[in-house]
């Protein structure tokens, strides 16, 4: 069975910088859509942030983080990763990292593998 690990988050003032890391089990970053959503505080729905498609190789960004967030893989590390420059207060969640084989890059209900999650923090 497939198991994503997330770590990298923190507290972080406006305009600082994350790097999130997302291990894989196995091969997962070949083969399936992977991506990044994020779960505000009273929000109920996870947004998507950033994800890669498998059979491009193109990356897609949330208009909300396109020119801040840098997604990325390290196949030979079975890890990807979300670069996040230029923080805001506004992006503060829990963010995940996801896996799939079938359906939309953009819902999160494609996705049947998913990390545990880690808090990211931004203090105005």
């Known amino acids: 069975q497939v198991q994503l690990v997330e770590s990298g988050g923190g507290l972080v003032q406006a305009g600082g910088s994350l790097r999130l890391s997302c291990a894989g089990s196995e091969l997962v970053f070949s083969g399936y859509n992977v991506a990044w959503f994020r779960q505000a505080p009273g929000k109920e729905r996870r947004e998507f942030v950033s994800g890669i498609k498998w059979s491009t190789g193109r990356t897609y960004h949330a208009d909300s983080v396109k020119g801040r967030f840098t997604i990325s893989i390290d196949n030979a590390k079975n890890t990807m990763y979300l670069q996040m420059n230029s923080l805001k207060p506004e992006d503060t969640a829990v963010y995940y990292c996801?896996?799939?084989?079938?359906?939309?890059?953009?819902?999160?209900?494609?996705?049947?593998?998913w990390g545990q999650g880690t808090q990211v923090t931004v203090s105005p």
């Open positions: 996801a896996a799939s084989n079938m359906g939309a890059l953009f819902d999160s209900t494609s996705y049947y593998y």
